[in-house]
């Protein structure tokens, strides 16, 4: 009972965390990206048009090559996802907008454009797909209740662990993570010792959003198996949320956001009403106020929102 | 390597202007919106295997200005996103990224029905109302104030705990339901008392008559009034407000209260005036729409009043266009991401002016330099080259 509790929530987690990881990266560079919830939705949305197209060139679905499928959906979700991010980095980077407003926009299209596709893609195979995508190791049974909670897994919750892992070293220890941490605290220093800011924002803000990408597409395809449902966009601003809650932080988020879903998920395996269920639902939420609460009064530096968050950079601006 | 890029000039080079006539910017706005319809236009040319853009203007209008009906639609959405839309402008006014609009008004929705639950049928319509009126102001007071109070003293980030501040609204909504409704299906359904009267044997003229005033209320409120001035000049310079004088936190606090209370009024709108029920759906993203019609309409309430009814107006006309073309419902959302996206981009080139380099000037700098510390003249001068 609990072993599948856990299974499930460590399953489910993957979708919060490409969000997250996604949303750190491109807050990393001073960009507040409101627009995450709609880009997962794009990523998504990418996906089954990735898939469908595939599936459209085969003569027969007994034909279609497992790995193929799954490397062609991931392509145009992440193609789809980084287009939603270059959309926001034109907008605010080169053009100067208003960023919570840009972000808003973006994800009122997107969600938009996950509707429209789900609504009049083609989805005949989509559970053949879906099988595909939650394929796990073989040697997955031999290994009993170990096996269940480490190797039961698609291929892409492990890439969400790896990808957390990569994100948080690269933005601790390296060259181009100082600089990225850099351009996020104080874009004006950081140009002046001549680091791009424009590239790095650019870059870190197209990444993410490619990360992100990727939650919508694990949401469809892996966990609810090919069927599509519209509802990224909640996991979307939840996974907005975490970023807070891991202050910032992708390796933490790995544990973050296994502790999100499983209060999320925690509610259908408790024996309790409809409306305790909405309140436990309710648990992400208030945690996540109290870590932004907290961090703001003890105001310790490693726990603050990078300082320039939000805020567009001019050059010739003071 | 170093040499090479000293001799680069930019494409183009982007200065900030501040001074472009009125009439100008409003052209470029203008423009933004007649090539977001046209954009749409094609988009949904191509969607439906080429149907002719005249059948897309025309399903355009007829969905807004069809019938009697539509048109009073389109003038009760205006009502409703508009009252919204001037609740979140005070605080944006300051800098004051309050995003949880959605969760305020929700929370003030939810006093209306506690009072029709608890209240009605236990006192005239009118007293209920009433009672309603002050429930729900003050519920979503405490909604805004809680994230103000925070930020006033310990500087919490508001953008982050007023959209956090949504869900949780949303979830005390959804357990309340649940709490009404034991059946388990999550429906509320329409509640008997605590209607709005009809004014002219029409519903919902009323919603537009109150936020007739709250136009005028807030344009006089942000023009004439000490509040108004105050609040600017926080939002202009944080510094500047406490050199002369202005107490920062108390305006932050105030501000917000105000923004709660007409969230309150547009929630009382929705659930007395329009809906008569309530779901978590039924803010439905306005609250985050409010926030690009406020500032589209550059926060002032009468340009704000033109944006909204503009949203409002491609929104129901993209509807009418979906269910013509058989797009489904979701094809307005897109249709509005759009026209956010040239809209919001347009900005840039009302505050911003583009200077391209011009090709003669380059080939004159490009004269080899030396290398080593050469190379930093050369860099100047290039510098000296573009700013001239």
Redesign the interface.
């Known amino acids: 009972m609990f072993l599948s509790f856990l299974q499930s929530a460590i399953r489910f987690s993957a979708i919060f965390l490409f969000g997250s990881v996604g949303e750190t990266l491109t807050e990393k560079s001073g960009n507040l990206n409101l627009g995450i919830p709609g880009i997962m939705c794009m990523g998504g949305a990418g996906g089954l048009i990735g898939a469908a197209a595939y599936i459209k060139s085969l003569e027969n679905i007994s034909q279609m090559n497992g790995p193929s499928v799954v490397i062609i959906a991931m392509i145009t979700a992440m193609l789809f996802g980084g287009l939603g991010g270059l959309i926001y980095s034109v907008l605010t980077i080169s053009m100067r907008c208003n960023q919570n407003v840009t972000g808003l926009a973006l994800t009122t299209f997107g969600i938009g454009l996950l509707a429209f596709v789900g609504g009049t893609v083609d989805t005949t195979g989509f559970t053949t797909v879906a099988v595909y995508f939650t394929k796990s190791f073989p040697f997955e049974e031999k290994l009993g209740g170990f096996g269940e909670l480490f190797f039961s897994y698609g291929a892409l919750v492990y890439i969400a662990f790896i990808l957390a892992i990569i994100s948080a070293v690269v933005i601790k220890k390296t060259r181009v993570g100082l600089n990225l941490r850099a351009v996020g605290e104080n874009p004006a220093t950081a140009d002046a010792a001549g680091v791009s800011v424009t590239n790095y924002k650019y870059a870190a803000t197209m990444i993410g959003s490619m990360i992100a990408g990727f939650g919508g597409l694990f949401y469809i395809m892996d966990y609810l198996g090919g069927n599509i449902e519209y509802s990224v966009d909640v996991y979307g601003w939840m996974a907005v949320a975490l970023v807070i809650f891991t202050v910032w932080r992708p390796n933490w988020a790995i544990l973050g956001s296994i502790i999100f879903s499983m209060l999320y998920l925690a509610p259908n395996y408790l024996d309790v009403s409809f409306a305790q269920k909405e309140v436990i639902k309710m648990m992400p939420y208030l945690v996540t106020i109290v870590v932004l609460v907290i961090t703001s009064i003890v105001s310790k530096k490693e726990s603050q929102p990078p300082a320039s968050l939000g805020v567009t950079y001019f050059r010739e601006e003071r | 390597m170093i040499k090479a890029k000293s001799d680069r000039v930019p494409l183009f080079h ?3 202007r501040d001074n472009v006539p009125k009439w100008q910017a409003w052209l470029i706005r203008g423009g933004a919106v007649v090539a977001a319809l046209l954009v749409s236009a094609v988009i949904s040319a191509i969607l439906t295997d080429g149907a002719s853009m005249g059948l897309f203007f025309k399903n355009l209008f007829l969905g807004v200005f069809g019938t009697p009906r539509r048109i009073l639609n389109l003038f009760q959405n205006t009502a409703i996103l508009l009252c919204i839309a001037l609740a979140v402008t005070p605080a944006f006014k300051m800098k004051f ?1 309050n ?1 949880g609009a959605e969760g305020q008004v929700l929370m003030g929705g939810l006093a209306c029905v506690v009072c029709i639950k608890y209240f009605g049928g236990k006192m005239p319509n009118e007293l209920l109302l009433v009672v309603m009126a002050a429930f729900s102001i003050a519920f979503s007071i405490v909604w805004a104030v809680i994230p103000a109070i ?1 930020k006033a003293k ?4 508001e ?3 007023t ?3 949504n ?2 609204a949303m ?2 909504v ?3 339901i ?2 009404w409704v034991p059946s ?1 299906s ?1 429906v509320l359904g329409v509640l008997k008392y605590g209607h709005m009267p009809q004014l002219g044997g029409q519903n919902y003229v009323i919603n537009i008559i109150v936020v007739a005033v709250l136009v005028v209320l807030m344009f006089i409120y942000f023009r004439f009034s000490k509040h108004g001035y105050e609040l600017s000049v926080v939002g202009e310079s944080e510094n500047t407000a406490k050199y002369i004088g202005i107490n920062v936190k108390k305006v932050i606090i105030r501000t917000m209260v105000l923004s709660g209370a007409l969230c309150g009024v547009a929630g009382l709108l929705l659930v007395a005036g329009t809906d008569h029920s309530l779901a978590t759906t039924t803010v439905g ?1 306005r609250g ?2 409010a ?2 019609v406020a ?1 589209l309409g550059q926060f002032s309430p009468f340009l704000m009043s033109f944006t909204s009814m503009l949203y409002v107006f491609i929104d129901q006309g993209a509807s009418e266009v979906a269910s013509v073309f058989n ?12 026209f ?2 040239l809209v ?2 347009c ?2 080139f009302i ?2 002016k583009i200077k391209f380099r011009s090709f003669k000037k380059k080939n004159e700098i490009s004269t080899p330099d030396a290398e080593g510390e050469d190379t930093a003249v050369g860099l100047d001068k290039n510098s000296e080259e573009v700013t001239a």
């Open positions: 982007i200065s900030k990224w995003i925070f310990w500087r919490t980030n953008t982050l705990f959209l956090m501040m869900y949780v979830q005390i959804a357990c309340c649940f709490v388990g999550g993203g985050f729409t926030i690009l500032w797009m489904g419902g979701s094809f307005p959302d897109i249709i509005t991401g759009i956010f996206f919001i981009g900005e840039f505050n911003y």
